[in-house]
């Protein structure tokens, strides 16, 4: 049986951050509790074989208790044949994190620390309603690293009151704390979510694109000169810590999600779990999920979009036959005369065409 990855949903956090519209909610003892004993039923029941990595996300992971950690990856390891080398990632928010928990961790099997860091900028941190401060985040970076030796940071740009020096000291101070890897995101404004609310209220004012692009330029340019390897759109390692769970979304790898709203792929079907935590918690073993099954014209829209994310790219030759005819190569000398592609047999967005790669991928359909 092929190798598949393993996400594992756990939805609840502290308190609602302004611009995130991720499946969560606040957290009550008694429902985690719960819930985490579902997401072992589930586990049982729906993965077998063999597992090549393991990522707990959410939500706020780092809530959750020493004992469901340890518990979670005992189920992990019991219902499937999980790889000796595999990546086992724990999303953490940065105030949790101290030398205890860091002990925990290691004792249940992780050994990466994805840490939703965001900005080293305190006000911007406060503005969007972050527990951590610069401070703390410094902090949990270091404690983290002392003994895990794979530690990533998320950083988000183009966020309210961030200008482009305060966003070039963020990723200065991720590269002094020494990170393996960083994801660096624009900030999109989700409806429904509060800063949505302030942008529509007028209460706040948008950063503009071309702010955006200096410090998406500055940021490649810092991290080239640290010996970052910039390998998908927003990410950036160094040799040897590309996130494998999360190439595995842009290389094609099958995965497995559990929890409410985590998402399965199977190479041909995609299913989702209902994103409802009661409705969840009442079929232990069985959540209720919606699917569908990919067509091959689906299939292909999805190669092209994920491998042009990558600095890999999308070699001409994997494209299957019936599809080289719907990919407009009349295109790629205009786009390649833009400087927004280069293409040697293998299709790459250029510097300047990472920054409108959703329009390129849109020309190229
Ligand atoms: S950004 Fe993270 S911590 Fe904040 S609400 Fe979303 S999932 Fe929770």
């Given amino acids: 049986m092929a190798s598949k990855n393993l996400y594992i949903h756990f939805p609840f956090c502290r308190s609602r951050c302004a611009y995130c519209d991720f499946y969560s909610t606040v957290l009550s003892a008694d429902w985690a509790q719960r819930y985490v004993k579902t997401l072992q039923e589930e586990i049982l029941q729906r993965v077998s074989g063999a597992v090549q990595n393991v990522y707990l996300g959410g939500g706020t992971p780092s809530l959750m208790r020493d ?31 101290d030398e205890a928990w860091v002990s925990s961790i290691l004792s249940a099997g ?20 972050r527990r ?20 990533s940071i998320d950083l988000i740009y183009g966020l309210p009151l961030q200008t482009v020096e305060d966003f070039r000291g963020d990723v200065l101070e991720a590269i002094e704390l020494g990170v393996e890897h960083i994801s660096a995101y624009a900030l999109t404004y989700e409806e429904g979510t509060r800063l949505w609310h302030l942008r529509e209220g007028k209460a706040l004012t948008e950063t503009s694109d071309d702010t955006e692009w200096r410090m998406y330029e500055l940021l490649m340019d810092q991290l080239a000169q640290a010996g970052y390897e910039h390998y998908e759109i927003s990410n950036f390692a160094r040799p040897g810590y590309q996130a494998r769970h999360n190439s595995g979304y842009w290389d094609g790898t099958h995965y497995i999600g559990v929890g409410a709203a985590a998402h399965s792929y199977d190479g041909v079907n995609r299913r989702w779990n209902v994103a409802d ?19 091959e014209q689906m299939r ?17 030759a994997d494209v299957p036959e019936p599809f080289i005819a719907q990919l407009d190569k009349q295109k790629i000398p205009h786009l390649m005369a833009g400087n927004l592609i280069e293409e040697d047999g293998v299709l790459r967005l250029t510097r300047k065409g990472i920054f409108r790669s959703d329009d390129i991928i849109a020309d190229l359909f």
Avoid: W
Wanted: proline share 4%.
């Fill in 300 to 316: 292909y829209e999805e190669l092209l979009m994920t491998r042009l994310r990558t600095r890999k790219g999308l070699c001409l």
């Fill in 277 to 295: 935590i009661r409705a969840y918690i009442d079929s232990p073993g069985q959540p209720p999920f919606e699917g569908e099954q990919l067509s």
């Fill in 132 to 151: 951590h401060n610069a401070m703390s985040a410094e902090r949990a970076v270091r404690t983290a690293k002392e003994r895990v030796n794979n530690v």
């Fill in 67 to 97: 004992t469901d950690l340890y518990d979670l990856m005992a189920t992990v390891r019991r219902a499937s044949v999980l790889a000796d080398d595999a990546e086992i990632t724990i999303e953490a928010n940065p105030d949790d994190i």
């Fill in 110 to 129: 992780f050994n990466r620390v994805s840490m939703g860091v965001q900005s080293f900028n305190d006000e911007v941190l406060q503005f969007v309603g």
